[in-house]
């Protein structure tokens, strides 16, 4: 499990909005009660992520500011079997995006901090999305496409692709591994599916400290 660390809110906006929520103090996130049984088993795989705690020496100075609360985990672990769907409606796991570093994003529309941090993250993937990067974030809101769908068209976002489980699983399957306790959830994991490290609560992704975090996770 994660070691929890307090979240330095990027923003005077965003600490009105976790106040006006009743977000629980210090960290900013909204919890979510667990519903299901989770959608698979993370991967223990200790040999394949070795590489992965040299990605994480190497951002450890870069985790201050505004992405002060992205946490390395006590193991390097792979998240594939972690299921969501495209925006075709098929299954897909972290195995289809082998070779980019991910930010991974767990959001919901009826989450303040989600909807406010949503611009930033798009602003980030527009600016830094290639071949070797990709932002995926993955709405959990019941029902439906059609809610999410027209949030993202209402604030401009048209750099993020849309995501969905609609069940909660993926979000109870990272609470058994001791990563997600509400939302938003954000998971930094590398080209083999390792995490790197992982953080609760929102961020100002469009933020220069962002920006050099996730260029030193790649490499550039």
């Not at 985790?63 to 495209?86: C, I, N, W, Y």
């Not at 989450?111 to 949503?118: A, H, S, Y």
């Not at 602003?123 to 809610?147: C, H, M, W, Y």
Request: net charge neutral; glycine share 10%.
């Amino acid at each position: 499990m994660t070691t929890r660390k307090s979240l330095r809110v990027p923003s005077l906006k965003l600490i009105g909005i976790a106040a006006v929520a009743g977000i629980v103090a210090g960290a900013a996130a909204v919890y979510i009660r667990e519903a299901g049984s989770g959608n698979g088993r993370t991967q223990t795989a200790s040999g394949e992520c070795a590489a992965t705690k040299e990605i994480a020496a190497r951002i450890a100075p870069l985790l201050k500011g505004q992405v002060a609360a992205m946490v390395a985990p006590d193991e390097h672990r792979r998240l594939t079997t972690v299921s969501f769907k495209g925006g075709d409606g098929k299954s897909m796991t972290l195995d289809n995006f082998a070779g980019k570093t991910v930010l991974f994003n767990l959001w919901a529309t009826w989450c303040v901090p989600c909807r406010e941090e949503m611009p930033a993250l798009n602003a980030l993937e527009k600016e830094l999305g290639s071949d070797r990067f990709q932002v995926v974030p993955v709405n959990i809101d019941t029902g439906d496409d059609e809610k999410p769908k027209a949030f993202l068209s209402e604030i401009g976002v048209n750099a993020l692709q849309l995501y969905r489980d609609n069940t909660i699983e993926v979000f109870n399957s990272l609470k058994k591994e001791g990563l997600a306790f509400g939302l938003p959830v954000t998971l930094l994991i590398d080209g083999k599916g390792c995490l790197i490290s992982a953080m609760n609560g929102p961020a100002a992704w469009d933020s220069d400290d962002a920006k050099a975090l996730i260029k030193g996770a790649i490499g550039s």
